[in-house]
């Protein structure tokens, strides 16, 4: 099992910059392939970003490329999304999620083994 625990989701001002953290434990946090997703109000769960065991694979979703940042310690057994240059369609509930490996399968919440129980980002205008 692996638990994950989201933070730092607030409100924020189109423009502006957060940093989402993703703590875990349990399992051996390098073993797994993680990933950001997001949720919108009346909308489907959405890939963001996803970032292989030592950081050396990463795929972003277009809508977030050059704005969102995924790193991860797996010293600290921490993910994190730094996210800049908001804007209001960025707002929903982010969460992260793990897999045990990278590949094709990294943008379909469902091939996800764990899931965190998400922070709020809400972007004003």
């Known amino acids: 099992q692996v638990q994950l625990v989201e933070s730092g989701g607030e409100l924020v001002q189109a423009g502006g910059s957060l940093r989402l953290s993703c703590a875990a434990s349990?399992?051996?946090?390098?073993?797994?392939?993680m990933g950001w997703f997001r949720q919108a109000p009346g909308k489907e769960r959405e890939f963001v970003v996803a970032?292989?065991?030592?950081?050396?694979?990463?795929n972003y979703a277009d809508s977030v490329k050059g704005r969102f940042t995924i790193s991860r310690d797996n010293a600290k057994n921490t993910l994190y999304l730094q996210m800049n240059n908001l804007k209001p369609e960025d707002t929903a509930v982010y969460y992260c999620?793990?897999?045990?490996?990278?590949?094709?399968?990294?943008?379909?919440?469902?091939?996800?083994?764990?899931w965190g129980q998400g922070t709020q980002v809400t972007v004003s205008l």
């Open positions: 349990g399992r051996t946090f390098s073993d797994y392939a």
């Open positions: 970032i292989n065991w030592n950081g050396g694979r990463i």
């Open positions: 999620a793990a897999k045990q490996n990278y590949n094709s399968d990294i943008y379909y919440p469902a091939r996800y083994d764990y």
